[in-house]
């Protein structure tokens, strides 16, 4: 374990170091592009040459769960010290995600009871139908129940109706996906995609001269399926702000796309997603697991591996 000071990227004097001017609390509600000037919440306005918008995602909530006391999402430190107050005896969590599983394997090692509440089967997105029955298994071995086909009913405050069941619980946590940080921007001249990421192009620049847009709040190419989503992903988003920085200077600079990857450790078993999972597989024994290649047009897509996560980064 590290202390929680170690959990944070820099501090203030890091900031004073690079000239950054930091401030907390000060809420965008406006973008004006022929003024080029960005107005906040408390009448202040700040002029730009050039503008980044990386203001992330936010958590998908229900309308029920969204003013629940004991509702939780993940996305920041106060999130994470939220649940581990409220945790005591059991948690539902509500989702089949990297981040549900993650969250519901970390809770049941510090001997939490954990109900895990998905619509099919867990991780389905990121890996093949016999994958997700093994990672299934080692869940439920090691004491987490999934509860499928079924939606999360009504709530009271310490009950809630999981399928035909009224089960009671400290806490619930909610891993239902992201929603990019877009609601002040102009979307008649700030374009978005379909899946509500601003558009940007390889430069990472917007549809307006001069704005650009990195990370969560930004919809890029997904470079094994041809189409363009946000990543919500740390590596992606930390090359795209790098791809921006250099383009607002002038410089040339291209984002190629995201390769979307994933790492998940289930009670000491190791399974790693990356790619797609779209056409033919090859599989592979591999020190003592596998390696399953996705291959399409001749051409590896894709790839799932058991065991071994050291050769992800070579594959």
Same mark, same amino acid.
């Given at each position: 374990s590290i202390?929680r000071?170690e959990?944070?990227l820099?501090?203030r =004097?890091?900031?004073?170091?690079?000239?950054?001017?930091?401030?907390?609390?000060s809420?965008?509600t406006?973008?004006?592009h022929?003024?080029r000037?960005?107005s906040?919440?408390?009448g202040?306005?700040?002029?730009?040459d050039?503008?980044?918008?990386?203001?992330?995602?936010?958590p998908i909530?229900?309308?029920?769960?969204a003013? @629940?006391?004991?509702?939780?999402?993940?996305?920041?430190?106060?999130?994470?010290?939220?649940i581990?107050?409220?945790?005591?005896e059991r948690?539902?969590?509500?989702?089949?995600?990297?981040?549900a599983?993650? &969250?519901?394997?970390?809770l049941?090692? @510090? %001997?939490?009871?954990?109900?895990v509440i998905? @619509?099919s089967r867990?991780l389905?997105?990121?890996?093949?139908d016999?994958i997700?029955?093994?990672?299934?298994?080692?869940?439920?071995?090691?004491?987490i129940?999934?509860?499928?086909s079924?939606?999360?009913?009504?709530?009271?405050?310490?009950d809630? @109706?999981?399928?035909?069941?009224?089960? !009671?619980?400290?806490?619930?946590v909610?891993?239902? =996906? &992201?929603k990019?940080?877009?609601?002040?921007?102009d979307?008649i001249a700030i374009?978005?995609?379909?899946?509500?990421?601003?558009? &940007?192009?390889?430069?990472?620049?917007?549809?307006?001269? %001069?704005?650009?847009?990195?990370?969560?709040?930004?919809e890029?190419?997904?470079?094994?399926? =041809?189409?363009?989503?946000?990543?919500?992903?740390?590596?992606?988003?930390?090359e795209?702000?790098?791809?921006?920085?250099?383009?607002?200077?002038?410089?040339?600079?291209?984002?190629?796309?995201?390769?979307?990857?994933n790492?998940?450790?289930?009670f000491g078993?190791?399974f790693?997603t990356?790619? !797609?999972?779209?056409?033919?597989?090859?599989?592979?024994?591999?020190?003592?697991?596998?390696i399953r290649?996705?291959?399409?047009?001749?051409a590896?897509?894709g790839?799932?591996?058991?065991?071994?996560?050291?050769?992800?980064?070579?594959?």
């Amino acid at each position: 374990s590290i202390s929680r000071g170690e959990l944070f990227l820099w501090d203030r =004097g890091y900031l004073e170091e690079k000239r950054i001017e930091l401030m907390l609390g000060s809420r965008v509600t406006r973008v004006d592009h022929g003024e080029r000037k960005v107005s906040l919440a408390d009448g202040e306005s700040l002029a730009y040459d050039r503008l980044l918008i990386a203001t992330g995602a936010s958590p998908i909530l229900t309308k029920d769960l969204a003013t @629940r006391e004991r509702a939780f999402t993940l996305r920041t430190l106060d999130d994470a010290e939220g649940i581990m107050k409220c945790a005591k005896e059991r948690v539902i969590v509500y989702g089949a995600g990297a981040i549900a599983i993650k &969250v519901a394997v970390a809770l049941r090692k @510090r %001997g939490i009871d954990v109900i895990v509440i998905c @619509r099919s089967r867990v991780l389905r997105r990121l890996f093949d139908d016999d994958i997700c029955s093994r990672i299934n298994s080692r869940l439920a071995d090691n004491g987490i129940r999934i509860a499928r086909s079924c939606e999360l009913g009504s709530c009271t405050a310490g009950d809630a @109706r999981v399928g035909d069941e009224e089960l !009671s619980y400290d806490c619930i946590v909610a891993a239902m =996906g &992201v929603k990019p940080n877009v609601p002040f921007i102009d979307k008649i001249a700030i374009r978005c995609g379909s899946s509500g990421g601003i558009s &940007v192009d390889d430069g990472m620049q917007t549809s307006v001269p %001069g704005v650009y847009a990195a990370g969560d709040c930004a919809e890029t190419l997904d470079v094994t399926t =041809g189409r363009k989503d946000v990543m919500a992903l740390w590596p992606p988003a930390v090359e795209q702000g790098k791809v921006a920085a250099m383009s607002m200077l002038g410089k040339a600079a291209s984002y190629a796309g995201t390769l979307p990857s994933n790492a998940i450790q289930v009670f000491g078993d190791t399974f790693v997603t990356i790619g !797609s999972l779209e056409g033919q597989k090859a599989n592979f024994a591999w020190r003592g697991g596998t390696i399953r290649f996705t291959l399409r047009d001749g051409a590896i897509v894709g790839c799932q591996i058991v065991g071994d996560a050291e050769s992800a980064g070579a594959i």
